[in-house]
């Protein structure tokens, strides 16, 4: 069965750095888009990155972009989000998410990993 | 970019039907068909309802529907019951190749 994992959430202080970690399982990694969503305490959803089967083509919301960065590694079966710069509103929980269908991104996720938090403050 | 604009809350009782409005611009919900929505318990993962304005994955149930005109977006729960009970939020894509969430709607099942 399809099953996300994220690690390398933690406290960190603002203008510090963190870098997540989702490992994949059950599926063939590399046919899939991938995304990187979080939601603050209490708050709705927000879509952070994206980066495409091959790592042809990353996006980024304006809130994390020159901050993020989305990265993969196919044969680990593995994604990754490098976090620098970070602020007290970045403070969330960070999900891992896979598109609906291979090699093509309709925008929709539905397979999603438990989440990681990140604390960033003083 | 602002998120879609969701009801922050809508109630019904069991049996009724409800429906959730997500407004959006010309350059998201207006201009794509990349529309879908999601349904969070809490403490867990979001779940994928309704993909491209209309359809449902496989195991989600009928009662779930989805529909577009213009700038928004509809979510309509038929025969609610009473573990319809959660947050749904909207996503759109945008001109910008950038995604777009709505800012969640709280369904209370009376």
């Known amino acids: 069965q399809v099953q996300l994992v994220e690690s390398g959430g933690g406290l960190v202080k603002p203008g510090g750095s963190l870098r997540l970690s989702c490992a994949a399982s059950?599926?063939?990694?590399?046919?899939?888009?991938m995304s990187w969503i979080r939601q603050a305490p209490g708050k709705g959803l927000e879509w952070v990155s994206y980066?495409?089967?091959?790592?042809?083509?990353?996006y980024y919301a304006d809130s994390v972009k020159g901050r993020f960065t989305i990265s993969r590694d196919n044969a680990k079966n593995s994604l990754y989000l490098q976090m620098n710069s970070l602020r007290v509103e970045d403070t969330a929980v960070y999900y891992c998410?896979?598109?609906?269908?291979?090699?093509?991104?309709?925008?929709?996720?539905?397979?999603w990993g438990q989440g990681t938090l990140v604390t960033v403050s003083s | 970019q602002s998120a879609l604009t969701q009801p922050a809350s809508v109630s019904g009782s069991p049996g009724q039907s409800i429906t959730i409005s997500c407004t959006g611009t010309?350059?998201?919900?207006?201009?794509?068909?990349?529309v879908s929505w999601y349904q969070q318990h809490p403490g867990k993962a979001p779940k994928l309802m309704i993909y491209?304005?209309?359809n449902r994955p496989s195991g989600v149930s009928n009662r779930f529907s989805g529909s577009k005109s213009g700038n928004t977006a509809s979510l309509t729960i038929s025969g609610l019951q009473a573990e319809d009970e959660a947050d749904y939020y909207c996503?759109?894509?945008?001109?910008?190749?950038?995604?777009?969430f709505g800012g969640g709607t709280k369904l209370t099942v009376l």
């Open positions: 980066i495409s089967s091959r790592s042809s083509t990353m």
């Open positions: 491209e304005v209309r």
């Open positions: 010309s350059s998201d919900i207006g201009d794509y068909n990349y």
């Open positions: 998410a896979r598109e609906r269908l291979p090699a093509y991104s309709a925008y929709d996720w539905v397979a």
């Open positions: 996503s759109s894509y945008t001109s910008s190749s950038t995604v777009l």
């Open positions: 059950g599926f063939t990694f590399s046919d899939y888009y």
